[in-house]
């Protein structure tokens, strides 16, 4: 009989450990708590690349053996020169690529071309021609490796990349 008592003590004692370890929507501390305070924000940082990226595209694209601006990029580059004026100590660097057809004389000199073009109409809207470097790479960066007419489509471009903050 005193096996009986002692086992059924270690059952009330283990039902009443559970029941005290229950946590029920009432009894959890964090429910209804402001996790809001620390949250990172969301969205890129303001000024970033990410965000001129985000907010006016960082990409101009040309047509084969082109570096006329066509109305879409144009429009690119307005959005580019609304979110500089923005951040007037912000410098950038236009970088003019090709596709891989032609030599690499060729192809460079193509490249500086378009770099030239997509600064000089971010000059005519406002922007500060100080603020803007420029340089070719030609054939050298592809976006897309591949030898295809929409791989090609893709690597002529200008790109606009965040150097720095002016003096």
Sequence with gaps: MMKFYKIAGIFASLALISACASTGPDLDASAGADTSAGAEPAGPVPGSQADLENSAGHRVFYGYNEYTL??????????????????????????????????????????????????????????????????????ERPIDPRSTEAAWSVNRN???????AGA
């Design 70 to 139: 066509t109305g879409e990029a144009q429009s690119t580059l307005a959005r580019q020169a609304a979110w500089l004026k923005e951040y007037p100590e912000t410098r950038i660097l236009l970088a003019g690529n090709c596709d891989e057809r032609g030599t690499r004389e060729y192809n460079l000199a193509l490249g500086a071309r378009r770099a030239e073009a997509a600064k000089s109409y971010l000059v005519s809207l406002g922007v500060d021609a100080s603020r803007i470097t420029t340089v070719s790479y030609g054939k």
């Design 158 to 164: 200008a790109t606009t990349t965040i150097t720095g």
